[in-house]
């Protein structure tokens, strides 16, 4: 089988279009919504031996989505992560049962666990672990945060105790190594200690920490920074839930060029992990940044988010020290953090598969 995804306005054209490229054996595999409802996105199945050879004219990329559609499971002879796949687990059901005990322990809602399942399904499987990363390389889009210059600022929102002010400091961090002029910003001036916390890392990378306490004076600092090659804006805590917070964030997201990042912490349960999702993307953001990985046990939230808030996996947190940074998400990392254990030696990789794991450092 191979997966080929296609994007319309309606499910009606997004199915057209399956209809028309990939015939009447076509098998729907999994719908999303995109661009905060003003897309579809249908993944589907076709067997390979009917298989088109190239992509039919109608059908549309994303410039979001970094997928690569016909690519085999498990890139070629070695398994992924280093170890050699020459020996396969006993049967396609007892891959599809190995993932689905992976997907419960991580309390992943059904909805979520049926499109994995049914993805994994018709990637041509081979080991659980290189289906798994497949099945999320095709349902999920990944795009880290730039290092390099950026006209419009980032800011960090997200609920109380997510980890916003630490992203920020590994984010400040990250462009001082990188070369680049950073600027940070906090709204966070209400909570006790908020600013001091963030003002400890910045003096060490010698950043000047500026404070804006109202939309008005936030603009006025974002417009002093433009010289900067990347602002950072840190805020407090807001109730996603709490209508009256929203606005108030919603105004400070109005009172520049700003792309929110929702920061949210791994652990929550899921079903409140999409909620906040829509009400975050609702304001204006597309990119999930999760922290606190390192402690963790049930990451089936971040899964929900991503989902309900047609949310891009960006980079992940999983340690408290701001020098060991950020990694950028992947479909092989996002996969290593719902099976960890398995062998990250990545010199016995396949090239194709390494060329991709080396691209994620």
Known sequence: M??????????????????????????????????????????????????????????????????????????????????????????????????????????????????IISCASVVGMDRADTTLMTALEHLYSYRPLPQKRVDRAFMMVGPPGAGKTLATAKLAARGVMAGLRMAVISTDTIRAGGIEQLEAFTKILRIPLQKAETPMTLAREIEKARGADQILIDTGGFN???????????????AGSIDPVLVLPGGIDADESGEMARVYAALGARSLLPTRLDIARRLGGLLGAAHHGSLLFADASNTPKVADGLQPLSPERLARFLMPGTAKNHATLSPSTRKRAIKTK
């Open 2 to 115: 191979r997966l080929k995804s296609f994007y319309a306005k309606t499910m009606t054209e997004a199915m057209h279009m399956v209809r028309e490229t990939l015939g009447e054996d076509a098998v729907i595999v999994a719908t999303r919504e995109e661009g905060r409802g003003k897309a579809v996105r249908v993944t589907a199945a076709i067997d390979r031996d009917n298989a088109y050879e190239s992509y039919d004219s109608s059908y549309s990329a994303s410039p979001d989505d970094f997928s690569a559609f016909n690519r085999p499971a498990g890139g070629g002879e070695r398994g992924w992560y280093g170890y050699a796949a020459a020996e396969p687990e006993d049967d396609s059901q007892a891959i599809i049962e190995t993932l689905t005990d992976v997907l419960l322990r991580h309390a992943v809602p059904d909805e979520i666990v049926d499109h």
């Open 240 to 254: 996603p839930f709490n209508p009256v917070e929203m606005r108030d964030l919603a105004r400070l997201i109005a």
